[in-house]
């Protein structure tokens, strides 16, 4: 099967010349943080999207010189029928399927700045026509997540989120959500088809995740957190409680799109990055931290530009604990156990699924970081965590495989 997934920012660039054998160009070299701009439309500013926008085309059975990593062409609202069915014909001729991997795209408007807004239903408006318009290829869709905590009343959505998910209902094979919360919201707004199967990123090696082991903190521990290092996450208290492992073990921290906030446009040119270990300048880091009140600051600092460097560094560590959750993921990918820190729907419902360890911001400050880990790395959290997730591989290889796109990995015997 010749398949067709997107989106396209999983750490690689875009290729668009007409040359068949074809790869894509390596990401750039550059040593400061202001660098990270020409790397936008392959990484985005929260490069955590990487590590779940990359999933689905790791893990379903396709023709691997045929299926390609891409986008699809966009449809303005007032273009005509003819010049849309133009646009697609690349995509009936090239391609079997097309796999539509989302993410936190149930937002609402009441959250949501007018701006912000009207771009984003402008983007639902084309997807739902892209979603109806294309022909021939089978449509999955994958990822669907809840943004905010809201009951399933159509008034509190934007109407083209609305019609793309009444356009998914029509027409895709598969409707997968993140979680069983996200499912059963949409059941309730008539996307009777919604079914939860997770995020795709949690199956890309399962054989890894399997091989997790427990353990306990110990002094020389290597700890790896990902959350709020910013003045918007200091003053919610949500970087706090990860920064106080500092004090206690090896910590590292890696950013996500709060690097973004915690170095401006004005200070990125004069911020030391290094493009090859995606390591940011330590005491630029430490000072925006001592700035912020922190006690103290994390041992290194990263900001990761590819799926595959933020896994091997992962493998150089023992544990992750964070209010990131694809910043975690990316340690079960790599067999090292995760756990989690939520303050909104989103981790919560996505740990939830698969019975990760997950704590509460203020649960983390009561307990602490060591025995926060102490519950992560525990043999019963993990026994608890592997048992969920064998039955949400099985299911979730059963309902792609019914619908006409397999796994390429195999379940264990018994």
């Known amino acids: 099967m010749r398949v067709l997934f997107t989106p396209a920012y999983s750490g690689m660039k875009i290729s668009s010349t007409a040359y068949r054998a074809r790869s894509t160009m390596p990401l750039e070299t550059f040593s400061t943080l202001a660098g990270l701009a020409l790397d936008e439309e392959s990484v985005t500013p929260n490069n955590g999207n990487m590590i779940h926008a ?30 849309v069915k133009t646009r697609l014909e690349g995509i009936a001729r090239n391609f079997d399927a097309v796999v539509l991997n989302f993410a936190n795209i149930i ?6 700045t007018p701006a912000a807004f009207a771009k984003l239903e402008q983007g639902m408006a084309s997807t739902a026509r892209q979603v109806r318009s294309i022909q021939g290829p089978k449509i999955y869709a994958f990822g669907i997540g809840l943004q905010d905590d809201i009951p399933p009343d159509p008034a509190l959505i934007g109407p083209e989120l609305l019609g793309l998910l009444k356009a998914l209902q029509e027409r895709a094979a598969i409707i997968g959500t993140r979680g069983e919360r996200t499912a059963g919201f949409l059941q309730a707004l008539g996307i009777d088809r919604a079914q939860a199967l997770g995020c795709p990123s949690l199956y890309v090696a399962p054989d890894n995740v399997r091989a997790i082991r427990p353990g306990a903190p110990h002094d020389g521990l290597r700890v790896t957190a990902a959350g709020r290092l910013s003045t918007s996450g200091s003053a919610k208290g949500r970087i706090q409680g990860l920064a106080r492992m500092a004090a206690e073990f090896d910590t590292d921290f890696t950013f996500q799109n709060d ?3 915690l170095f401006p446009d004005p200070v990125r040119d004069a911020t030391r990055y290094n493009s090859e270990t995606h390591e940011v300048d330590k005491a630029a880091c430490d000072a925006a931290s001592v700035a912020l009140g922190l006690p103290n600051g994390f041992a290194r600092y990263y900001y990761f530009r590819s799926p595959i460097a933020w896994r091997a560094y992962a493998g150089t560590r023992d544990v992750y604990l964070g209010d990131r959750f694809h910043g975690g993921v990316a340690f079960l990918q790599a067999g090292l156990p995760a756990g989690f820190v939520y303050d909104d729907v989103r981790v919560k419902e996505l740990a939830g699924f698969f019975d990760l360890p997950a704590f509460s911001r203020a649960e983390l400050d009561e307990i602490g970081p060591r025995a926060a880990l102490e519950r992560v790395m525990s043999e019963e959290t993990q026994a608890k965590f592997q048992e969920t997730y064998a039955r949400r591989c099985a299911a979730f290889a059963r309902a792609t495989a019914a619908a006409g796109l397999p796994v390429r990995w195999q379940l264990p015997a018994g």
């Open 54 to 83: 990359e999933s689905a085309a790791r893990i379903f059975a396709c023709d691997l010189q045929d299926s390609t990593i891409g986008r699809l062409p966009g449809l303005p609202p007032k273009l005509p029928p003819q010049q």
């Open 107 to 112: 937002r609402a408007r009441a959250e949501t």
């Open 259 to 261: 690097l973004y906030q």
